[in-house]
């Protein structure tokens, strides 16, 4: 992926940001700048890995490894001590204390399925990206003033996908929504165009076949689809 971007993102001011190691500006940075979320649902630390790998060979650092999944903690662990060039985050975190485990192995971000503020509350103080799942206008506002640097709108799917976004976008434009849930190769572009940020996206992107098979290039392929519609939906 061209690394050549427009210097705003849905509000958000590349030019302002100078990718420095390992900060919570440079991960913030590169989400706004990637605009994909893979969502990692494996239990084994060598799925993990080829799925990473698939990723970054695609033009995608970005991963999120989620906690309800036997063997999330390791396969951060695994990953940050691996590909320390992967954004590694945890995903489906429901309290502190696993939002702590996940940050003592490695994860540079946490997100929920809804909001928790007590997470939020844990990242913000720690200087830690991190991007709640919200779906109603009062859930999504309040995740937001929580201190988010994101706020994840799932799921999408179940109350008008793109068209939800836009109706969300035209009342709180200062918000930076990831869309999630509903989001494969038809409707990619739409959700960018509606004013999505970045897009969450699991199985379409990851297909269970790709990972069982090894067929990295199929996860490429897929992945370079994907960041098409983003770049497309930018213009």
């Known amino acids: 992926m061209a690394q050549t971007m427009e210097p705003v993102i849905n509000g958000i001011d590349l030019e302002t940001f100078h990718v420095p190691t390992r900060t919570k500006e440079e991960v913030r940075y590169r989400i706004a700048e990637i605009g994909i979320i893979p969502a990692v649902r494996v239990g084994s630390e060598d799925d993990a890995l080829f799925i990473a790998e698939a990723l970054m060979e695609a033009g995608i650092p970005i991963v ?24 590694a985050g945890a995903g489906s975190i429901m309290s502190t204390e696993t939002a702590r485990r996940c940050l003592d192995e ?3 971000f946490l997100t929920t399925d809804g909001l ?12 830690v990206v ?8 009062t859930e999504i506002i309040a995740a937001w003033k929580a201190g988010s640097d994101f706020v994840k709108v799932v799921p999408c799917d179940a109350v008008g996908g793109h068209n939800y976004i836009r109706s969300l976008k035209s009342s709180m434009p200062q918000i930076h929504l990831i869309a999630a849930g509903g989001v494969d190769q038809r409707t990619a572009l739409s959700f960018i165009t509606a004013g999505a940020t970045a897009l969450g996206v699991g199985r379409d992107l990851i297909p269970a076949e790709a990972i069982r ?5 199929r996860i490429q392929e897929l992945g370079r689809r994907f960041l098409s519609s983003v770049d497309n939906g930018r213009k």
Do not use: C, Y
């Open 130 to 137: 991190v991007f709640p799942g919200a779906l109603t206008p």
């Open 64 to 87: 999120e490894i989620s906690t309800a999944f036997p063997g999330a903690f390791h396969t951060i662990s695994h990953l940050a001590k691996h590909l320390p060039n992967m954004i």
């Open 213 to 217: 098979l090894r067929q990295a290039q």
């Open 116 to 127: 928790v503020p007590d997470v939020v509350e844990l990242a913000v103080k720690e200087e």
């Open 106 to 108: 490695g994860a540079r």
